[in-house]
C-alpha cells in the first residue's frame, strides 16, 4: 500500500500534502532553508519548492533515509530521488530487487509504487549547494524522529550516507562514537531494528566509482534479508 503522491500538471506547482505531526508543507524552522526556498519559488513557480514528504509504502519493513532533496530534483518534483541522478541508481537498483513497480521515477504522479520499503530525507528542505548545515540537521530531526516512531513495521533503516546515519542516530538519542559509519556496516539500534550504513548513490560517488552498482546492489539486498524480504 502506498501514500496518495502530489499530482503534477504541466506548467502548474505540484500540491502538497497535509500537515501532520511527521511534515510541515509551511515548516519555516531553518531561516536559512525557507529563503533558499522562497527564491526558488519564485525563480521556477512550477516547482514543488516546499519540504519534501517522504514516499513509499505505509507500513514498510524497510526505511531509507537519505540526505535532502536536489535543487532540480526532488524540490522540483516532490517526491524524494525524483527527477535527480541519484534517484537513477536507486529506483532501478529498487526495482531489480522488487521493491518498487518501475525502474525509473520522473514525477509524483507517475504510477511508481513501492513495496514494503519507503524513502525520507533526513533534511526536507533543499539547501544551498546542496550542504545543510549541522543545525539544520538538528531542527529537521524532529520530523525523522516521529516518523520513526509512527512506522513500527520497520525493521532496518538504511543509510545513504555520513549524515543520514548521523541523523538517525540523533532520532534515537544515541551517540554517534559508538556507530561510527562505514559502507555496509550494521548496527543494531533499537527494538530490534538495524541501521545499515550505504555510501550515497550521488553523482559524485558513482562517477568517481566509490560507489557501484553491484555494491549498492549488494548493501540494498542485505537490507532485504535483514528485514526478513
Given at each position: 500500500m502506498t501514500e496518495r503522491r502530489t499530482r503534477t500538471a504541466a506548467g502548474k506547482r505540484p500540491r502538497a500534502?497535509?500537515?501532520?505531526e511527521a511534515y510541515d508543507p509551511n515548516c519555516t524552522r531553518c531561516p536559512r532553508l525557507a529563503e533558499f526556498l522562497a527564491e526558488s519559488h519564485g525563480r521556477y513557480p512550477d516547482y514543488f519548492s516546499r519540504p519534501v514528504p517522504s514516499f513509499g509504502a505505509v507500513?514498510?519493513?524497510?526505511?531509507?533515509?537519505?540526505?535532502?532533496?536536489g535543487l532540480h530534483g526532488?524540490?522540483?518534483?516532490?517526491?524524494?530521488?525524483?527527477?535527480?541522478?541519484?534517484?537513477?541508481?536507486?529506483?532501478?537498483?529498487?526495482?531489480?530487487?522488487?521493491?518498487?513497480?518501475?525502474?525509473?521515477?520522473?514525477?509524483?504522479?507517475?504510477?511508481l509504487q513501492l513495496r514494503n520499503?519507503?524513502?525520507?530525507?533526513?533534511?526536507?528542505?533543499?539547501?544551498?549547494?546542496?550542504?545543510?548545515?549541522?543545525?539544520?540537521?538538528?531542527?529537521?530531526?524532529?520530523?525523522?524522529?516521529?516518523?520513526?516512531?509512527?512506522?513500527?513495521?520497520?525493521?532496518?533503516?538504511?543509510?545513504?550516507?555520513?549524515?543520514?546515519h548521523?541523523?538517525?542516530?540523533?532520532?534515537?538519542?544515541?551517540?554517534?562514537?559508538?556507530?561510527?559509519?562505514g559502507h555496509g556496516r550494521e548496527h543494531a539500534i533499537e527494538s530490534g531494528r538495524q541501521l545499515?550504513?550505504?555510501?550515497?548513490?550521488?553523482?559524485?560517488?558513482?562517477?568517481?566509482r566509490r560507489?557501484?552498482?553491484p555494491m549498492f546492489k549488494e548493501v540494498v539486498a542485505r537490507a532485504c534479508e535483514l528485514a526478513g524480504l
Open positions: 500534502p497535509a500537515r501532520t507500513a514498510p519493513r524497510i526505511l531509507i533515509v537519505g540526505l535532502a532533496p526532488a524540490n522540483r518534483t516532490g517526491r524524494p530521488f525524483t527527477g535527480d541522478f541519484a534517484g537513477i541508481l536507486l529506483y532501478e537498483t529498487l526495482y531489480e530487487l522488487g521493491l518498487a513497480t518501475r525502474s525509473e521515477s520522473v514525477s509524483a504522479d507517475d504510477p520499503i519507503r524513502i525520507v530525507n533526513s533534511v526536507k528542505c533543499v539547501p544551498p549547494a546542496n550542504k545543510p548545515l549541522p543545525e539544520e540537521v538538528r531542527r529537521c530531526n524532529a520530523y525523522l524522529k516521529v516518523e520513526m516512531r509512527e512506522l513500527s513495521r520497520v525493521r532496518v533503516i538504511l543509510a545513504l550516507g555520513r549524515i543520514a548521523g541523523a538517525v542516530l540523533i532520532a534515537q538519542g544515541l551517540k554517534q562514537s559508538q556507530f561510527p559509519f545499515l550504513d550505504s555510501y550515497h548513490c550521488s553523482r559524485y560517488n558513482t562517477q568517481t560507489l557501484t552498482a
